[in-house]
């Protein structure tokens, strides 16, 4: 602080610390020296805190600083408290879309085993051969279907652990291509589709697991069929792009919106059609080729608009001849 002591009614000062002008500060403090002195001198007593905001913010840093870290952790604290709460409600709504999905997906083939089973007991059907073999191909297609529904489960679950085994050979895309085509036709053609191939590559050979390959080519194929509610029209293209070789799965299919875009490679995620049971599946498929395609060093990637179908790119490092 700085102090100067004046005698009243006189201008000039009787003592005064080095610093002392008033002028510099907006609050000037004064007060009369010895009010009740006998001897009064009418004397007083001017001071000013040049620094006062400085000090008052000084002494209050500490503890503004604490509050401010508190406040900054309740902040962060609340926040991961609501993600936390956000995931655990998106974790809870795909168990519960998948046990649904499931009950669907093995409840159709049991029931469908249980009255073969039942017919085959008839004693109507007990003598003919022909019937008792028609059942039993039932019951037999029918766990051949549940097994690869369990199958598809399990092989996500490794793929999930990094615990799976690829056997990495040079290959021609090209025929893995054309044989997936052919698998899939008779399917895509009882809708009245069909499949055009445009294998435009010039260089088709990468490094990649066969198997692994034509069930990706395949499940991309099975996706673009069973999402076409018209007759599908499904285009299957090659091109080289520098060091890449893109294959262009194109149809004209329902379509996606950009949220579902977004979600399409998360396990479990299946794009709503009205029904959820009017497309068969877990919803693991397209994870499935996400994580076949990053395996094989490749890029998977979707444009698709509502109604107007969608393409799906793969792009793998291609090898020279």
């Known amino acids: 602080f700085e102090y100067g002591i004046y005698e009243k009614n ?65 902040l962060v604290t609340f926040a991961i408290t609501i993600f936390i709460i956000w995931k655990q409600k998106k974790i809870s709504k795909i168990k519960t879309d998948f046990i649904n999905n499931m009950t669907h997906e093995f409840k159709t083939p049991i029931a469908t085993i249980s009255l073969a089973a039942d017919s085959i007991n008839n004693p109507k059907v007990l003598h003919q051969e022909e019937r008792i073999k028609y059942f039993t191909n039932i019951i037999k297609e029918e766990n051949k279907r549940m097994n690869a529904q369990v199958e598809s489960v399990l092989q996500m679950s490794l793929l999930e652990k990094n615990d799976f085994e690829m056997k990495i050979e040079k290959l021609e ?63 299957v293209r090659t091109e080289n792009k520098n060091d890449e070789l893109l294959i262009y799965f194109s149809d004209n299919g329902i379509g996606m919106s950009k949220e579902a875009q977004s979600k399409i490679f998360d396990k479990f995620y299946r794009v709503s059609t009205g029904n959820i049971h009017n497309v068969k599946g877990f919803g693991l498929g397209l994870s499935y080729v996400k994580a076949i395609v990053l395996a094989f060093n490749g890029v998977i990637l979707v444009k698709s608009e509502l109604n107007k179908g969608s393409v799906f790119c793969i792009s793998i490092p291609s090898i020279n001849k």
């Open 10 to 74: 006189m201008p000039n000062k009787k003592m005064k610390s080095k610093q002392f002008i008033p002028s510099r500060s907006s609050t000037l403090y004064e007060i009369n020296l010895f009010p009740e002195d006998i001897l009064h001198e009418n004397n007083s007593l001017k001071v000013y805190f040049p620094e006062k905001n400085n000090h008052i913010y000084r002494s209050l840093s500490v503890m503004m600083g604490a509050s401010l870290l508190f406040t900054i952790g309740i």
């Open 173 to 235: 895309l090209h025929v893995l291509i054309r044989q997936a085509i052919k698998n899939i036709s008779l399917q895509v053609e009882r809708k009245g589709g069909k499949i055009e191939e445009k294998l435009l590559a010039t260089n088709d050979l990468a490094m990649i697991d066969e198997i692994h390959f034509s069930n990706i080519v395949q499940n991309l194929l099975d996706n673009a069929n069973k999402y076409s509610e018209k007759t599908p029209k499904i285009t």
